[in-house]
């Protein structure tokens, strides 16, 4: 009968060591899905800001080459999280360069996104 005991107890740790190596297999899985999640978050800000800076470039160079001036958004319909600024420098008579900056918050950084192209007069 002592050797029935035995046996027992060698079988609850036998399962308090599965679950000890099993649970230290795991932990790798969730720091890769973790960083998955993060870098996917990341993505998805980057594509707003980019068409949030085309879209305001877009309505610069339709206002003209007369109208076009700067400004700034310090929060941008619908995307809180963003700001937009617009600088329009003169380069010649006839041409303008035209800067939109996208900010955005992430992981306690200000990340942004700069979209620059050139204006003329028609």
């Known amino acids: 009968m002592k050797a029935v005991r035995s046996e027992q107890g060698f079988y609850l ?3 308090l060591v599965v679950i000890v190596v099993l649970g230290m297999m795991v932990i790798p ?3 890769m ?3 998955g999640a993060q870098s996917n978050a990341q993505e998805r800000m980057y594509s707003v800001a980019v068409g949030l800076a085309r879209e305001k470039m877009e ?3 339709n206002r003209g080459f007369c109208n076009a ?3 700034f ?3 941008v319909e619908r995307f809180a999280a963003f700001t937009r600024a617009v600088d329009v ?3 010649s008579d006839d041409l303008k360069l035209v800067t939109v900056v996208v900010s955005w918050p992430f992981k306690n950084e ?3 996104y700069r979209l620059v192209s050139y204006l003329a007069r028609r």
């Open 59 to 61: 309505e610069v160079k």
């Open 13 to 15: 740790v036998e399962q």
């Open 73 to 75: 958004e310090p929060e």
């Open 33 to 35: 899905f973790s960083a």
């Open 89 to 91: 420098d003169l380069v």
């Open 29 to 31: 899985f969730f720091l």
């Open 110 to 112: 200000t990340r942004e």
């Open 69 to 71: 001036s700067g400004e």
